[in-house]
């Protein structure tokens, strides 16, 4: 597959939601092209409406107006059901609580996604293993969520959402739980993994020491998405 056939492209995109006094615009014609080994972080005030745009992105919501394609597919365009296979091939969530399964050891928690068999890895368990072991969980793998730390866990839910290879990695506050110190931590591994992934990784964050490790910023204000430059300038994305 080519980088072109791997990319994230949105286009005139637009989110609205119908309230008591009316239509309420949320996004309003965002454009975006996110291609293989690209890191972007979007952050903007509470309530712009960076987590309802990673939802659309990760296909748990939909747009009013405009097209999303990942991977040369608009999944809008697919039944429900082939939704939530298309979700389960070529994307990977990571949210601000990690959602371990208390009662399953990190490994079995590591290899949830692969369960529905939508996508073809014999090689499940080793490559789970391996990424356990590239974020140092090694000696962790039988332990359960409540013997780990907030950033041991955080790393767990890390390499369940590369363990299907995902085109996309979409993170929603990633390091929001965690103490300064282990979320440098964990910012760090996620940027490292993703350029050794050569995945899109799209990360909406209030933390701006997180934001500026990223090589592209942008911020979503008044539901325009913004270029943010090196020198701190704003330029909006048509």
Do not use: W
Request: net charge neutral; charged share 25%.
């Amino acid at each position: 597959m080519s980088s072109e056939d791997r990319q994230l492209t949105v286009s005139g995109l637009g989110k609205t939601y119908q309230g008591v006094d009316g239509e309420l615009s949320i996004l309003r014609d965002l454009n975006l092209s996110v291609s293989p080994g690209d890191a972007i972080a979007i952050t903007g005030p509470s309530g712009a409406g960076k987590s309802t745009l990673l939802y659309i992105l990760g296909v748990l919501d939909e747009p009013t107006v405009g097209t999303v394609t990942l991977g040369g597919e608009n999944p809008f365009t697919l039944e429900r059901a082939r939704q939530a296979e298309f979700r389960n091939r070529k994307i990977g969530f990571i949210f601000q609580d990690h959602h371990l399964l208390p009662q399953c050891t990190v490994l079995e928690n590591v290899l949830i996604p692969t369960i529905p068999g939508i996508v073809n890895l014999p090689d499940a368990p080793d490559r789970a293993r391996h990424l356990l072991d590239r974020v140092g969980l090694t000696a962790r793998i039988n332990h359960r969520p409540a013997q780990l730390s907030g950033g041991e866990r955080q790393r767990v839910a890390v390499c369940r959402a590369l363990i299907n290879r995902p085109l996309l990695l979409l993170a929603d506050e990633p390091t929001g739980n965690l103490d300064r110190a282990t979320a440098e931590s964990v910012g760090s591994l996620l940027l490292d993994l993703n350029r050794e992934e050569n995945t899109l990784l799209v990360c909406v964050t209030h933390s701006q020491e997180l934001a500026a490790r990223f090589p592209r910023r942008y911020e979503l204000r008044d539901g325009l998405l913004r270029s943010l430059a090196t020198e701190g300038a704003a330029t909006a994305v048509r």
